[in-house]
């Protein structure tokens, strides 16, 4: 027994570092995208207000290109209020008004906005994250699509009271439901390797025709984003990694490397349909 | 050794704080990131007991870990650096008589070995987190300019810290 004790003690230095190395380890791989708790993440009380304090200093240097973008952002809406009400004019010039048909655009009315501003952001890591200093006592909810001024940013995947977390689409374990706009083939987009201005969109049937500088926007199979947001434009083809489909390399629309104020979506009706799809589930299984 | 722990556990948060705020957010012609805190654990005194400094390393580890959202991966290589950091310095110290100064530094060490030191263990550091970071990547080759391209970056960074921090002792003195 003596020499046991003795023994443990002369190596002692061997367990602790075993130990150390297990507990590193284990929360290395334990780790999935979509944990529940944030306490070890950087959305997390303490963390969240250095950040805060510091975002508050250096979101000042950023000011004049997002002003730019906005300007571009105001005066493409700017067209489109124009363009639509040049529509209406033309239907109230009509005898009898047909009943108007917005389609695409009423759908939009299913979904609200949250605003809130990146205070912590990485680009160059293998699977990146972003902080928001909004959380859950402003209305920010897990699950809930996040999209800036020029296209779709990530997902929320960790909330606390006063930050959330933001699962990057510079992140391997995010897949995004996308379409080459105008039509109806639809694939899933994901990041791979290093650089944050491109993403690859796999699983395109071969015979899609596309040309290059084509737009790709959200399919809306998910409830998370609505459908016809930008993601971004087709930079080209890429190695095929199956015969029956091929890869883009899209450009992306948002610039990673300076994000400032977001929007997190939350769709009215993504309640609804989990709801009835659950029902379905159940009745099934009846 | 109070006071050495004292000065550490500052060294650290000054470190720790420009590693969170600014390092993490350089990436130099996207493969080079500075890691400075580690200049508080290659500075840690020699004689200090191995758990104890495990221990501290895994600690300042895990800190960074949750301001950077990389659960573990600091921790893991912190850890690492803390068990090497002796046998590293026996490559280049033959005799413990060399050594003068319970910390290492270019006084205690000379400036030949304390460089050495600082390199190899700068250089063990990048390796590590570079290689726990791409796990799951294919591309070695990457991940290896990476290790190289960081550990450059974060070595003429540690050399300047290293200068004010000493300067500022003296002057104290």
Not at chain 1, 255 to 283: C, G, H, P, Y
Not at chain 2, 47 to 64: Q, V
Not at chain 2, 75 to 87: N, Q
Not at chain 2, 115 to 120: D, G
Request: charged residues 15%; glycine residues 4%.
């Amino acid at each position: 027994m003596k020499n046991l004790i003795d023994f443990l003690l002369r190596h002692s230095s061997w367990f602790v570092f075993a130990f150390f190395a297990f507990i590193s380890c284990w929360l290395l791989f334990k780790n999935n995208p979509y944990q529940q708790h944030i306490y070890l993440t950087s959305a997390n009380a303490v963390t969240a207000s250095i950040y805060k304090g510091a975002s508050n200093v250096t979101s000042y240097f950023n000011l004049q290109s997002i002003n730019a973008d906005l300007q571009e952002r105001n005066a493409l809406l700017e067209m489109e209020v124009l363009s639509l009400k040049k529509q209406i004019r033309n239907y109230h010039s009509l005898e009898n008004p047909i009943e108007l048909n917005f389609a695409d655009d009423s759908i939009v009315c299913d979904y609200e906005y949250h605003f809130a501003n990146v205070i912590n952001n990485s680009v160059s890591k293998p699977k990146n994250y972003i902080t928001l200093d909004k959380g859950s006592l402003d209305g920010i909810e897990k699950d809930m699509g996040v999209v800036d001024q020029n296209g779709v940013v990530g997902i929320v995947c960790g909330v606390s009271d006063h930050a959330a977390r933001v699962i990057s689409l510079l992140n391997p374990d995010m897949h995004l439901s996308c379409k080459i706009k105008n039509s109806d083939f639809f694939g899933s987009l994901v990041w791979r390797g290093t650089n944050p201005y491109y993403a690859t969109l796999e699983e395109m049937p071969q015979h899609v025709k596309f040309q290059k500088g084509d737009t790709i926007v959200t399919s809306g199979y998910s409830d998370l984003f609505p459908p016809g947001l930008i993601v971004g434009t087709i930079e080209g083809r890429e190695s095929a990694t199956d015969n029956n489909f091929y890869s883009l390399k899209i450009k992306l629309s948002t610039d990673f490397t300076r994000l400032s104020t977001v929007r997190a979506i939350k769709s009215k009706m993504a309640n609804e349909i989990k709801q009835l799809e659950s029902e379905q589930i159940e009745s099934e299984q009846q | 050794m109070t006071k050495n722990l004292i000065q550490s556990f500052f060294l650290f948060l000054i470190l720790g704080l420009v590693q969170v705020l600014v390092g993490n957010n350089i990436s130099l012609f996207n493969i080079a990131t500075p890691f400075v805190f580690i200049y508080f654990l290659i500075r840690l005194p020699l004689t200090l007991n191995k758990n104890l400094t495990m221990a501290i390393a895994f600690l300042a580890g895990l800190i960074i870990d949750i301001f950077s959202d990389t659960q573990g991966m600091n921790a893991l290589a912190c850890t690492i650096l803390a068990v090497a950091r002796i046998p590293i310095l026996k490559l280049y110290v033959t005799h413990n008589d060399d050594i003068t100064s319970p910390i290492p530094s270019s006084k205690s060490l000379g400036v030949a070995v304390w460089l050495k030191y600082l390199l190899s263990t700068t250089l063990c550091y990048c390796l590590v987190i570079t290689f726990i970071e791409s796990f799951t990547i294919d591309n070695y080759l990457i991940s290896l300019y990476r290790a190289v391209g960081s550990t450059i970056f974060s070595f003429i960074l540690l050399f300047g810290i290293d200068i004010i921090v000493n300067t500022k002792n003296e002057k104290r003195l």
